[in-house]
């Protein structure tokens, strides 16, 4: 299981709803089998747009104080990076406004978020040049995978607002990573640890059937 010794999965997870999850993976639920090109095509094969935004989380969202919140670069860095949210706070600020599409079918246009860009970080934390993956692990537990080219984007942040407000605790508050060019369950709410690594490690859902790369226009929803 690709879990993390130092975050252990916290109280109750829904095992019931992780099931369901993993099932209709198995059985390639929601596909329509259809692709479409992200420069014409703005909303994804079998998404529907809706204007709240719904919560999706395993149950359990963690109550990280402002206090205690870390965030750590490490693995194959040559500069390690470990801030405090007042440090993470002194660094550059950026907004991105972009569109979440959740594996579950539905998206959300014009996301206005605040925070400091991937880039910065990765600058910071000068990634070495056997490094090619990262892991990503949360304060609830969870952890999922990115290839450094899909991380090091432009328009990847660690976003500590949303539409002018604060993050809140259920969409991942206080600090969130949002990787809009991938389904929704590769940007991790409560993210704390971010590990550079030569091979790739599968995170929660990925190794519970999700597609490994996550691309909506190609419907990469299972792999
Ligand atoms: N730490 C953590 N991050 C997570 C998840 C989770 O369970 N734990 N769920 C993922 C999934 S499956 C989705 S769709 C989005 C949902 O984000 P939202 O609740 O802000 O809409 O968060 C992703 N990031
Ligand atoms: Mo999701």
Redesign the pocket.
Known sequence: MAQDEDVPLTGKVKDKLVEAKQGWAREGRLLTGTTADPRTDRLPPGQRLVQD??????GVQPDVTPANWRLRIEGLVMAPVRLTLDEFRALPQEERVND?H???QWSRYDNAWRGVPVRALLEMARPKEEARFVALT???G?T?NLALDDFARDENLFAHSWAGSPLER???GPV?LVVPHL???K?????TRVELLREDRPG??EVRGYHNRGDPWMEERYG
Do not use: A, E, M, N
């Open positions: 935004f719904p919560v999706l989380d395993l979440i959740c594996v579950t949360s304060y609830d969870y999922t259920q969409h991942g969130r389904y929704f369950w940007s991790p709410k409560w993210v929660f859902w």
